[in-house]
């Protein structure tokens, strides 16, 4: 792995806690426009990863600091305090977020270099 790849990763890592951060204290401050805000703002991080790296291996690191930052921010603290108040928002952000992640993955392809979109030749 090249030194620009794992540069790459990363960011893309220290990207994922950022957004679930972010997300995490807007999906819950103005519903449903905060919920449709930050499962927007998951999706293109999720989608920038893949079309920045060029594989699923871009959107695993997006999802990886995604997923650490909203279960750390879920877990709430001894005296009570939490950023996840425990309702349906929530767990629509939460599961909402993981399927873009699997969405992103999976269902879209970028072109291969030198040829036609498609599996290739052997």
């Given at each position: 792995m090249s030194a620009a790849r794992a540069a790459s990763y990363t960011g893309l890592v220290v990207l994922g806690v950022l957004v679930g951060a972010a997300g995490s204290l807007v999906q819950g401050g103005w519903v449903p426009g905060g919920l449709l805000l930050a499962l927007a703002g998951t999706a293109?991080?999720?989608?920038?990863?893949?079309?920045?790296?060029g594989t699923t291996v871009g959107v695993g690191a997006?999802?990886?600091?995604?997923?650490?930052?909203?279960?750390v921010l879920s877990l709430g603290?001894?005296?009570?305090?939490?950023?996840?108040?425990?309702?349906?928002?929530?767990?629509?952000?939460?599961?909402?977020?993981?399927?873009?992640?699997?969405?992103c993955a999976t269902a879209i392809r970028t072109p291969q270099p030198g040829g036609?979109?498609?599996?290739?030749?052997i």
């Open positions: 293109g991080l999720f989608y920038g990863g893949l079309r920045l790296t997006a999802a990886v600091g995604w997923l650490v930052a909203v279960v603290r001894p005296e009570g305090d939490g950023v996840f108040a425990g309702g349906v928002v929530e767990l629509v952000y939460l599961l909402g977020g993981m399927a873009v992640a699997v969405i036609p979109p498609g599996r290739r030749g």
